[in-house]
């Protein structure tokens, strides 16, 4: 039943419609389910009202919480947001980094071929 009201969350999101996704979602968050945490969570970090991201702090807490709890989509994309891709959140590539080695010790998303070496150089040299 979870996952189908987290593919619900999705499928309103991707319609535009946010707010119905995040109202699904809440509680299965704040209930301690990892997946809907870190669903939520970037659901929060690309919400946009009035041209700003009002929800991106909190939706970067709970995709550390989940990546924390080990979901590895949730540290793969707390890597994204670390690359700069938003000024709430700042840039730094070395956190960027162990996020993305962090997904892939978790067994995460599947990226290109050389993809996680890259961030290895990053952060060894």
């Keep these: 039943m979870t996952d189908e009201i987290i593919e619900q969350a999705n499928d309103l999101w ?9 109202d699904l979602l809440m509680p299965l ?9 870190a ?4 659901l929060l970090c690309h919400y946009l009202k009035n041209n700003e991201f009002p929800k991106l702090e909190d939706g970067a807490k709970l995709l550390l919480e989940a ?3 080990g979901e590895a989509s949730a540290c793969h994309n707390l890597g994204t947001l670390w690359l700069g891709h938003s ?5 730094d590539i ?3 980094a162990s996020f993305y080695l962090k ?21 060894n040299g």
Excluded at 29 to 37: N, P, R
């Design 14 to 22: 991707s319609q535009g419609n946010e707010d119905e996704a995040i």
């Design 29 to 37: 968050a704040e209930g301690g389910h990892i997946v809907a945490k």
């Design 39 to 42: 669903a939520l969570g970037l």
């Design 67 to 69: 990546c924390n709890a």
């Design 87 to 91: 000024p709430a959140i700042g840039k």
């Design 94 to 96: 070395r956190k960027a």
């Design 103 to 123: 997904a892939r010790e978790l067994g995460g998303p599947i990226a290109e071929e050389g993809f996680y070496q890259e961030w290895e150089r990053v952060l």
